[in-house]
Structures are given as structure tokens and as C-alpha cells.
């Protein structure tokens, strides 16, 4: 079956522009998952979806960063303002449930530069 | 808070060789242990997860894991390497709020 599916696969835009990164999940999967991945600070967990519960937002870095998630599916991680350091790969994960043993299914990720 | 360290950003074997790729965690409560793999300009796949089933897990493309608890590690082996299996992996525990902390990933090269 169809996999998580990320959108667009790279991006570049100008410091201080707003940037909108999308995430599909598998279909049926309740729980959806941002990270980050970037050279200095490896790989960190950014916010947590389940269900219609509401989200985990404690890896979010910074203010500048939301996340959104419409009908319990599709997930939109907003970056205002963007800065340098936000230069990243930005994956989105999805688990069937809230077992702590479900396997996260991982996107090909959005690469984020800014110049 | 649970962690987990990789010993070892770059390893280096030959092709048929033993591959072994080290991992230690920290936790305070019994821990769920994975293992991904991410290949170049691609996201990251599981290669096997322990769950406090079995201490010794068996994984895809040959890989398995031994959890023990006596020496707080999980490390990754392969007896006999290919070319296709370099990567990089990562080691992750599972926290309590279910989101994954990563090691800081192992390159794996192949040399033929």
C-alpha cells in the first residue's frame, strides 16, 4: 500500500518568507509525527498528533513553528519567518495507534534550505 | 528521560564480513529499542524493534539485535555484509509521550 508521502520534496526560499511543509499519512494510521534532521543537532522530535486529542508540542523550537492536523489525516508543519538554522530535513512519521511498540512509518522528507 | 548513544559515527568493513554497529541506552523503566536504516535522499525505515518479547531479535535484510539489559545495550549485527548495506542507522528509544529519541546515526561503508 501507499506509504507516508511528504510535499514538496525540496524547498528553498529567502530568509524571513513563511514556508507551509505537507504530510500524507497512511491511511487508517491515528498517530502522526514531525521530526527534524539537520547536521549540527541530528535527529529531534518537533510535535505529536493522536487522533483528535491535542498535540504534543514540546520539541517545537521556537514560537516561529505550528502544526496543524485536518480530519485526523493530512498535516501541514507552518514555519514563519524563517531563519538559517531552520535548514533542515523535515520528516513526518505515522503509527497505526498509541502503543508505545507501534512502528513509525517515515516519509522521504521535505529538504529545507534557506538562504 | 530515556537516551541512547551510538558508539562509532563511521564504520568501515569489507564486503563478507561481521558487521556490528553499537548502541546503549538509558532508561529508568524497561525500554522499547529500534533500529532504522536510512539510505541517501530517503527517510528512514525500521529494521527491527525490540519489545521485551525476545532478547534476541531478528530483523530484514539479515540484521538482528541482541537487548541486554546487564550491559544497558542493543547493538546491531550483520554476519556477513553487502554492498547494498551502506547506510547510515540510527538506534531510538520510544518515550513515554511515544516519540522516538534518536542516537546520533552510524555511517555504515561497505568496501569491496
Known amino acids: 500500500g501507499a506509504g507516508v508521502s511528504q510535499s514538496p520534496s525540496n524547498k528553498v526560499t529567502e530568509k524571513g518568507k513563511d514556508v507551509e511543509l505537507r504530510c500524507d499519512p497512511i491511511?487508517?494510521?491515528?498517530?502522526l509525527y514531525w521530526y527534524r534532521q539537520s547536521l549540527g543537532q541530528g535527529l529531534e522530535f518537533l510535535i505529536y498528533f493522536q487522533g483528535n486529542s491535542a498535540p504534543d508540542k514540546s520539541g517545537l523550537p521556537s514560537d516561529r513553528f505550528s502544526a496543524e492536523r485536518t480530519g485526523g489525516s493530512v498535516s501541514t508543519l507552518t514555519i514563519q519567518r524563517t531563519q538559517q538554522e531552520d535548514s533542515a530535513v523535515y520528516l513526518c512519521a505515522s503509527s497505526p495507534g498509541t502503543d508505545l511498540t507501534d512502528t513509525q512509518y517515515f516519509g522521504p522528507g521535505t529538504r529545507l534550505t534557506v538562504l | 528521560a530515556q537516551s541512547v548513544t551510538q558508539l562509532g559515527s563511521h564504520v568501515s568493513v569489507s564486503e563478507g564480513a561481521l558487521v556490528l554497529l553499537r548502541c546503549n541506552y538509558s532508561s529508568s523503566v524497561p525500554p522499547y529499542l529500534f533500529w532504522y536504516v536510512q539510505y541517501p535522499n530517503q527517510g528512514l525505515q525500521l529494521l527491527l524493534k525490540y519489545t521485551s518479547a525476545a532478547t534476541l531479535v531478528k530483523g530484514i535484510n539479515g540484521f538482528e539485535a541482541e537487548f541486554k539489559k546487564s550491559e544497558t545495550s542493543f547493538h546491531l549485527t550483520k554476519p556477513s555484509a553487502h554492498m547494498s548495506d551502506a547506510a547510515e542507522y540510527f538506534c531510538a528509544v520510544v518515550g513515554s509521550a511515544r516519540q522516538l529519541t534518536f542516537g546520533s546515526g552510524t555511517q555504515l561503508t561497505v568496501l569491496p
Open positions: 491511511s487508517g494510521h491515528t498517530a
